[in-house]
T-cell receptor, first 114, second 111 residues
């Protein structure tokens, strides 16, 4: 079955600390992978995406993610978290010729301590 | 930049009312989607559309219908609103690279 798992429902980090949000997927085809961020009461904003090529992708707001095919993972990282990064983060998987249909993880809520 | 707009940010309706949620995108995308988002349940796909006048059911279509008369506009209709349809509704459109772009969401309260 196709699925996306974000094992951490809620993470708290101190401002300035590094961050890693985990994402594991199960998908039959070669996956397209996405990370979105949602601030409270807002829609989802695309952070970054992976289709092919270099397995380390850079996104907006200083985020990056690494695709590891052998581990079926696409973890999101940031070297130094800012208070404004507090939000909910969603990992999603799709594929070519799926009409843009994505499978989303349940989300990870990030809190940032001063 | 892709822009997806939704007709209302907040909406309060009474049980039994017919509710229209509208979504407009300005990037000529063929594919559009409606989701609802509830705490602990993530995003659940209600309906999607691959082209004008074409629609397909998502994971939770019961109690909803959709309309796509023009390429840029995708409407979600609650024929007779119920309290269990109180939720955050998110619209998205997708480009040729399968990337979805979301609107700001409509928070619907059904009393």
């Amino acid at each position: 079955a196709q699925s996306v798992t974000q094992p951490d429902i809620h993470i708290t980090v101190s401002e300035g600390a590094s961050l890693e949000l985990r994402c594991n997927y199960s998908y039959g085809a070669t996956p397209y992978l996405f990370w979105y961020v949602q601030s409270p009461g807002q829609g989802l904003q695309l952070l970054l995406k992976y289709f092919s090529g270099d397995t380390l992708v850079q996104g907006i707001k200083g985020f990056e993610a690494e695709f590891k095919r052998s581990q079926s993972s696409f973890n999101l990282r940031k070297p130094s978290v800012h208070w404004s990064d507090a939000a909910e983060y969603f990992c999603a998987v799709g594929a070519r010729n799926q009409g843009g249909k994505l499978i989303f993880g349940q989300g990870t809520e990030l809190s940032v301590k001063p | 930049d892709v822009k997806v707009t939704q007709s209302s940010r907040y909406l309060v309706k009474r049980t039994g009312e017919k509710v229209f949620l509208e979504c407009v995108q300005d990037m000529d995308h063929e594919n559009m989607f409606w989701y609802r988002q509830d705490p602990g349940l993530g995003l659940r796909l209600i309906y999607f559309s691959y082209d004008v006048k074409m629609k397909e059911k998502g994971d939770i279509p019961e109690g909803y219908s959709v309309s796509r008369e023009k390429k840029e506009r995708f409407s979600l209709i609650l024929e007779s609103a119920s309290t269990n349809q109180t939720s955050m509704y998110l619209c998205a459109s997708a480009d040729w690279q399968e990337t979805q772009y979301f609107g700001p969401g409509t928070r619907l309260l059904v009393l």
